[in-house]
């Protein structure tokens, strides 16, 4: 298998720097993984690491950090505000580049299946990779957390894919999935008018009849006098920025309101960067492999 | 030197298969050097080859090319249609990314320096490598060609940067260049009048008044019934793709005509379009790293 492969794992430690420091150590010593990022909460008491590199090398990397979170936390002493059922809590897989969702699949099943077998800790895929359409939801797999899932998890329809059919005593479960790059992306506005920003948010986000695959809200920037729309896109292939972007500019004339400007917190893939451009250029034969950089990379399989 | 960089050699050979395969070999030879394209013309009697790699590589790859073109070419025999003044004609080096043009003219001057000691080739700096203004200009310095050149180079103001005072007997001279990647670009528009493809062509050209950097014409394309403005863009980062379309589009509605499509022939930098991105989503603080790609080849210098 080769391309470009994301991971973003959450694991259930966000308080003793020492403990967080050997266990997102385990990525930085996987050759080929490269880690882009990591930071931790005290109030949720986990960590966020996220890192990207050949598949293999990042399912590696994701192996040996879930046994290295299973040696130093012990969930039964676990306690923050966010809900987690394990030590290593969720493991995703985005396909970045020169590499599918069906691949991303494949490398979950393969990660569960060894996390299960040799960790002997109880694995849910989710997402794109969960058995039913039912395990696709993340929260509704975590429903009862470390403590509930003790009982919950012999419940019929609630049994694990991998692994021992009952909680690891100090580890618990952990959701092993697959999932398309999230991209976080905020438009400010020309006002200072928080209702204005709330209804566009509540325009374009999907939950209230606007654009699928949108989530959106509506936040005053006090610091600059201005509101935005301050959004998460969960597949910008079925619904590219470009559409989010106009969308907002035709709802926000509506009121008068110009926008000021919008930002992409964080990474994104290249693609969904390179399709706005062919949209507003009518770039409409436009392939990667016309961009010079890709050539050097991503040609003849030579990278993984 | 760190980066990626593109060169696109001229040689003056464009018939004989057998020795154009063996100067082309030259590039496929060196590891770090990525041969992208090469093609050749009877007519012209000339062959373009396009490769990209690291400094190192692709300096290696444009002085071996060099030498077998000067081992298998006898410019005393050589007729063809374009202008020539040696076995390799012409040698730009391209920054593509993650490299200055200040680099690129350090290699142009590094390769004149050895084509000349090594290959007693003569060697003229041109472009952004150029000794003097005067010399930027390759169809000025190559004035009089192979045949005339045998006397002009030994005149006040015409002698060579590197190498020899005088053309070698069989290899002639070499231009040794740097100049920013070039971007051949076409819009379509809904119309079959010709006048208007090159009104619009003349309106956006830098010789009849338009914007810096684009040559244009106007153009028919029979086979759709429309016609096309078609350009090189030879500085994109003075005059984007985004302001040429955009300039395009008001030109063109002045005869009520709207654009049917553009299209980029061959290759592009990734930044052109990121560019393009950027104008059109307002994206004013967005950075090359936000790509994830690029976080995985171009952070900490790990890649040439």
Redesign the interface.
Known sequence: MEG?V?SVINFSEGRDEKVIEKIVEQVRSIPGA?L?DYSYDYDHNRSVVTF??SPEAVVEAAFNLTSKAAELIDMEKHHGGHPRMGATDVIPFVP??GITMDDCVELAQRLGRRIGDELEIPVFLYGEAASSPGRKNLAALRKGEFEGLKEAIKTPGREPDHGPGEMHPSAGATAVGARK?LVAYNVNLHSDDLQVARNIANAVREKKGGLKNVKAIGLKLEDRNQVQVSMNLVDCESTP??RV?DLIKAEARRYGVS??????I?????EY??D???????????TNQ????????F?DGEEG
């Not at 926008?259 to 992409?264: D, K, M, P, T, V």
């Not at 016309?290 to 990379?297: D, G, S, T």
């Open positions: 470009i994301q490269k882009l990207i590199g970045i580049s790059p920025i470009y972007f926008i000021a400007e919008s930002e992409i964080g990474l994104s893939p290249q960067l390179i706005a451009a062919c949209h507003y250029l009518q770039l409409n034969n436009f016309q961009i010079i950089e890709n050539r050097v990379f040609e």
